[in-house]
């Protein structure tokens, strides 16, 4: 994959300052295209915004081809803006309110994915008050089943997410009597960061083939199937990369059996972090360099307020990502660093022990594969730091993507609210003096 040489990062640095997200758009297209043609046609590729909402990277991602999955009021209002169109956005989420409700209804969009009975009832209800014309909704299944190989199960156990399996197979004669909603299909999603391929596959085939019962049992059409996702990348040392082709085949192998049974179905694969996290690298300043008990540490600008994802949350074994030496990349590497940002927590380790050349104050680094998961996951108003600018890089041009939160940003939407000078003057509310 293209990176960025040293001297770059060096100029984005001065100009847009640190710590700064980079994110390469090229990277970005070399990734959704490999996948693209690996994939079989049936499929359409659905970018999930919770791994970078970033409206600029949501649009690359669309311009290549890719629909949108989106959680919230805001990611909708995110990917409308990035063009889009409603039919090719599907909203999930367990605790969607009215608002999200209501503003899928006013958009159009594809589908509503439920993740209980009472949230398609809600939907029923709020469909005939508004007295528009019946909203898609396609029925989110925790499945019996679990899988395998996943960094993170999100199916086939007690979860919040879905509708057991269990539970909407008696469930026919309720959604029956849901006369302002139209079911049009299924969807599941498992886990996530799989590697290897055939744990994806074999959740794809078991997801078609729950979809195909359920259907049956329920006398819904399969006009939608989302089988979900959840590929991961390789952020560690012996972290295999996902096999593409044979992931493919594996998949091509399912769409086929189950595309003959459902030759109208429409099939989407949604992911995040597969699309997006190779294409960021974190760039921080180092501030200072000391020793503590025979441990070298680098005292950065920017640490988890930032890259919460760096920390191995839901990780058992803290491992480090890539971390590179953005201004003595060739110099060799003598001596391990633990780099840490400006935290007064000490949490706040984004590298420990890796080897680097050299490092002095005033020298950069860049913590790679950062595309996903960043900002939007990180704690960004730990000490009032806000959060960093972002910057896409394509074809030899910066844009920037997002402004870096400013002193006055964070303080603007605090109210100072005298209580101290109210009870002194006998002012307090609700009571006396």
Known sequence: MARARATAYRDL????????????????????????????????????????????????????????????YVELRTALRAGVAPEDIVFLGPGKDARDLAACLDAGIHAVVCESLDEVARLDRLTAERGGRPCSVMLRVNPAFQSRGAGLAMGGKPRQFGIDEETLQGAGSFLAGLPHVRLKGIHAYMGTRFLHHEDIVGNTGRIL???????????????????????????????????????????TENVERFTRRHPGCRLIMELGRYLTAMSGTYVVQVQYVKESMGELFAVANGGTNHHMAAVGVGSVLKRNFPIRHLTRSGDPAPRPYTVTGPLCTPDDVIAKRVPLPEVRPGDLLGVERSGAYGPTASPGLFLGHGFPAEVMTYRGEAHLVRQRDTDDDLLAKQRLVELHTLHRTGEVPGGGP
Do not use: W
């Open 209 to 251: 083939q729950m979809a195909d019962r359920l259907a049956a049992r329920l006398g819904i059409p399969l006009e939608t199937v989302d089988f979900g996702g959840g590929l991961g990348i390789a952020y560690f040392d012996r972290d295999p990369d996902v096999d593409l082709a044979a992931l493919g085949r594996g998949i």
């Open 13 to 72: 640095a001065e100009q847009f300052g640190t710590p700064l997200y980079v994110y390469e758009a090229e990277v970005l297209e070399e990734t959704y295209r490999a996948l693209r043609r690996a994939l079989p046609e049936q499929v359409d590729v659905c970018y999930s915004l919770k791994a970078n909402p970033n409206v600029s990277v949501c649009a690359f991602l669309h311009a290549l081809g890719a629909g949108a999955e989106v959680s919230s």
